[in-house]
């Protein structure tokens, strides 16, 4: 699934849990969206790094539960023009 480009799962009633750091193998990525799916922990920072996300335009990861700083590497992803982190 390395050609994936937009995987949108946004309001889905995910058991609590951390973000797949398997979704780093998702190359291709444009469009992510994991609004509102119960996540918590915080934004690893091998998964949304310039090695991984090159292509990511949108990240959206608000409504979730997440805790941390935001990972400094998010500013080095050039594509990157929408990052929703609310609540």
Same mark, same amino acid.
């Given at each position: 699934?390395?050609?994936l480009?937009?995987l949108?799962?946004?309001k889905?009633d995910?058991?609590a849990g951390s973000?797949p750091? &398997?979704?780093g193998?998702?190359?291709? !990525?444009?469009e *992510?969206? $994991?609004?509102?799916t119960q996540? %918590? =922990? /915080?934004? @690893?920072t091998d998964?949304? &790094?310039?090695?991984?996300?090159t292509n !990511?335009?949108? *990240?959206? $990861?608000?409504s979730?539960s997440l %805790? =941390? /700083?935001i @990972?400094?590497e998010?500013? &080095?992803?050039?594509?990157?023009r929408f !990052?929703l982190?609310?609540?």
């Amino acid at each position: 699934m390395t050609k994936l480009t937009y995987l949108f799962l946004a309001k889905n009633d995910f058991d609590a849990g951390s973000i797949p750091r &398997s979704l780093g193998n998702l190359t291709s !990525l444009e469009e *992510l969206s $994991l609004k509102d799916t119960q996540l %918590t =922990g /915080t934004i @690893p920072t091998d998964v949304f &790094s310039t090695r991984t996300m090159t292509n !990511l335009t949108l *990240l959206d $990861l608000d409504s979730n539960s997440l %805790t =941390g /700083t935001i @990972p400094t590497e998010l500013a &080095s992803l050039e594509q990157l023009r929408f !990052l929703l982190l609310n609540r």
